[in-house]
C-alpha cells in the first residue's frame, strides 16, 4: 500500500521568501503524485501533478515540484511567497496501473502561514 | 468550469439517524468520490464509482455505503449515523480512465450529536 508523509503540519515564511513544504511517499511501483492546496472553507484545486516524463513540474501560482525517484520525494516550492499562499497544503499518491480510476491518498497536510 | 455540489453547508444529524449526503457534477466525469477530512488526518477516501451502478471501497469504508444510479450524482449514505462519523466530507469527480485531476465540491461538514 502507498503512503504519503508531509514533514511539518505548519509552516511558516515570510513575505517574499521561498516557499519549501515537504512530501515524500513509499510505494513499490511508480507513483503518480499530485498537490492540491484548499484555501479557507473551500474545496481542494490541483496546483500540479506529476504522472510521467519531466520530473520538474510546474504549477499554478508560481509553484513547482521536483519528483526524485531516488529520494522518493515530491517537494513543493515556490520562490517568492505571498499573503495569498496561505492556506493548507495536501501532497497525495496514486498508484493507479490501469482499468477505471483510482482513489489518491493524502498526506496530513501543511498549513502555510505568511508572515508580513 | 467544472462544478461538483454538495448539497448541504453544514448538517447537523442525531446519533442512530440515516443520513444522505449528495454529490453532483456538471461535466459528464465518470469516476466520482466521497473523503472525509480530519484535523491532522488528512483526507481519507471512503468510496468511489467509475461508472453508474458501480463502487468501489476505499479504505475507510466501514459504516458507509453509496449510490450511484445517475452519472452526475453520486450519494454517500450513512445507514445509522454515530458520534465519530463527525467529519468534513469532500466529493470530488474526475475524466474517464487514467489518473485525471480530481474535481472538489466545496464539502459538508456534518456533525452527529
Known amino acids: 500500500a502507498q503512503s504519503v508523509t508531509q514533514l511539518g503540519s505548519h509552516v511558516s515564511v515570510s513575505e517574499g521568501a521561498l516557499v519549501l513544504l515537504r512530501c515524500n511517499y513509499s510505494s513499490s511501483v511508480p507513483p503518480y503524485l499530485f498537490w492540491y492546496v484548499q484555501y479557507p472553507n473551500q474545496g481542494l484545486q490541483l496546483l500540479l501533478k506529476?504522472?510521467?516524463?519531466?520530473?520538474l513540474v510546474k504549477g499554478i501560482n508560481g509553484f513547482e515540484a521536483e519528483f526524485k525517484k531516488s529520494e522518493t520525494s515530491f517537494h513543493l516550492t515556490k520562490p517568492s511567497a505571498h499573503m495569498s499562499d496561505a492556506a493548507e497544503y495536501f501532497c497525495a499518491v496514486s498508484l493507479y496501473s490501469g482499468g477505471g480510476a483510482d482513489g489518491l491518498t493524502f498526506g496530513k497536510g501543511t498549513h502555510l502561514i505568511i508572515q508580513p | 468550469d467544472v462544478k461538483v455540489t454538495q448539497s448541504s453547508r453544514y448538517l447537523v444529524k442525531r446519533t442512530g439517524e440515516k443520513v444522505f449526503l449528495e454529490c453532483v457534477q456538471d461535466?459528464?466525469?465518470?469516476?466520482m468520490f466521497w473523503y472525509r477530512q480530519d484535523p491532522g488526518l488528512g483526507l481519507r477516501l471512503i468510496y468511489f464509482?467509475?461508472?453508474?451502478?458501480?463502487?468501489e471501497k476505499g479504505d475507510i469504508p466501514e459504516g458507509y455505503s453509496v449510490s450511484r444510479e445517475k452519472k452526475e450524482r453520486f450519494s454517500l449514505i450513512l445507514e445509522s449515523a454515530s458520534t465519530n462519523q463527525t467529519s468534513m466530507y469532500l466529493c470530488?469527480?474526475?475524466?474517464?480512465?487514467?489518473?485525471?485531476?480530481?474535481?472538489f465540491g466545496p464539502g459538508t461538514r456534518l456533525t452527529v450529536t
Open positions: 506529476y504522472t510521467t516524463g519531466a520530473t
Open positions: 464509482s467509475y461508472d453508474v451502478k458501480m463502487k
Open positions: 470530488a469527480s474526475s475524466l474517464g480512465t487514467g489518473v485525471n485531476e480530481q474535481y
Open positions: 461535466m459528464d466525469h465518470e469516476n
